[in-house]
Structures are given as C-alpha cells and as structure tokens.
T-cell receptor, first 116, second 112 residues
Framework: DQQVKQNSPSLSVQEGRISILNCDYT??????FLWYKKYPAEGPTFLIS?????DKNEDGRFTVFLNKSAKHLSLHIVPSQPGDSAVYFC???????????????FGSGTQLTVLP | NAGVTQTPKFRVLKTGQSMTLLCAQD?????MYWYRQDPGMGLRLIHY???????AKGEVPDGYNVSRLKKQNFLLGLESAAPSQTSVYFC???????????FGQGTRLTVV
C-alpha cells in the first residue's frame, strides 16, 4: 500500500502559466515533506521542503502548500519555464521507530512538460 | 566536491551472476541509502545505513546485501541476479540533523 501517492503520471502546461503538482499521503507520522526534481539520466535533486508545522513555503518560483487535515500537499511553479520539464517526486519523512533514523518515502512521480 | 558518486553507471548481468554497486560520498554524511526506481513505482528503499558498520533493511531488501565498512562508502551487492532486479539504482546520503538527501546519478542495471 503506497503511503505517498502522486495520482497524475503526467502534466502539460504552457510556458508562463502555473504548474500545480499534487501529492497525497496516508501516514500521520510523516512530519516533513520534500519535492525532488529529476532529469533523464540524472539523480533526483532537492527542490523545496516543508515542515508539518507550516502550511506554506516559498522559494522563488516554487511554492509548496501543505494541508494536514486532508493529508495533501501541492507544488506550484509560476511562471512555468521549458527548463522545468522533468519528473517531480514528492517525498515524505518520518522518524523511524528504531532510534533517530529517518526514512524518505517517495511517490511515483509526475512528468511535467512545459510547452514553449 | 563530487557529492555522491555511483560506480558503475551501466551494467548488464546474466541471471545468476553477482555484482557489487559502489556508492561514495565526500560530504561526511552519516546516513546513506540505496533505492531502486521502477516505472510507476517511484523510488523504493532497499537498505540504509545510519553510520559506519551499521545497516538496516528498507522496503524491498530481498535479494540484496549491503555493507558500510567506511563512513564514505556504501556497497550494494547482488549475490545471484534475477531479471526482477532490472532497475535503476540510486544511492543517497544525508547529514544526521537534516532531512534533505543528496542523490548519485544512478546505475542502470539490466539482468538478462
């Protein structure tokens, strides 16, 4: 059973418009959420994160929103640029029961295509 | 500063063969992880390590073994490769007090 779900495998938007990528989670123990961006033949790179004590975090064109009651987070990119075309992974972090170890659980990813 | 480096980048194995994937990080990170990425499945955790000499199982550990004899290196072994282990493997590392993990460029493994 997937604890982190990205229900949209792909998304296409026009350059300059807003891209909204969604992510849902089921585990209430998750207390930190991250978005990673991945280009073909490269490893994922960290994009932006949010703690569960916040509902919004902004970094330039990227904003992440967290709705804890709905167990939902979203990544907004505005304005979208062709260079943003990549796979975006949502990840959630929880402290493991064994000591202080933390584990990242990833969603299945959303392929974003920004059309020029 | 190289970050996280994986060796090799590509490999083709025959069923039953063994191999070791090497992950090296130069950031003095305490935690290291091995993930596999399969279509529609995202990244799934195979094994992880919270420090030199310690390892633990992740979500999909069967068929793999790991070792962390040195803090900077995390090895992933396949003793008897199976076609189901065809995947892209990613290594990651992070500091103890941070949540962000840094990833290597991946190893594409095909088992025929």
């Amino acid at each position: 059973d997937q604890q982190v779900k990205q229900n949209s495998p792909s998304l296409s938007v026009q350059e300059g418009r807003i891209s909204i990528l969604n992510c849902d989670y089921t585990n209430s123990m998750f207390d930190y959420f991250l978005w990673y961006k991945k280009y073909p033949a490269e490893g994922p790179t960290f994009l932006i994160s949010i703690s569960s004590i916040k509902d919004k975090n902004e970094d330039g064109r990227f904003t992440v929103f967290l709705n804890k009651s709905a167990k939902h987070l979203s990544l907004h990119i505005v304005p979208s640029q062709p260079g943003d075309s990549a796979v975006y992974f949502c990840a959630a972090s929880a402290r493991l029961s064994s000591g202080s170890a933390r584990q990242l659980t990833f969603g299945s990813g959303t392929q974003l295509t920004v059309l020029p | 500063n190289a970050g996280v480096t994986q060796t090799p980048k590509f490999r083709v194995l025959k069923t039953g063969q063994s191999m070791t994937l090497l992950c090296a990080q130069d950031m003095n990170h305490e935690y290291m992880y091995w993930y596999r990425q399969d279509p529609g499945m995202g990244l799934r955790l195979i094994h992880y390590s919270v420090g030199e000499g310690t390892t633990a199982k992740g979500e999909v550990p069967d068929g793999y073994n790991v070792s962390r004899l040195k803090k900077q290196n995390f090895l992933l072994g396949l003793e008897s490769a199976a076609p189901s282990q065809t995947s892209v493997y990613f290594c990651a590392s992070k500091r103890l007090i941070e949540t962000e993990a840094f990833f290597g460029q991946g190893t594409r493994l095909t088992v025929v």
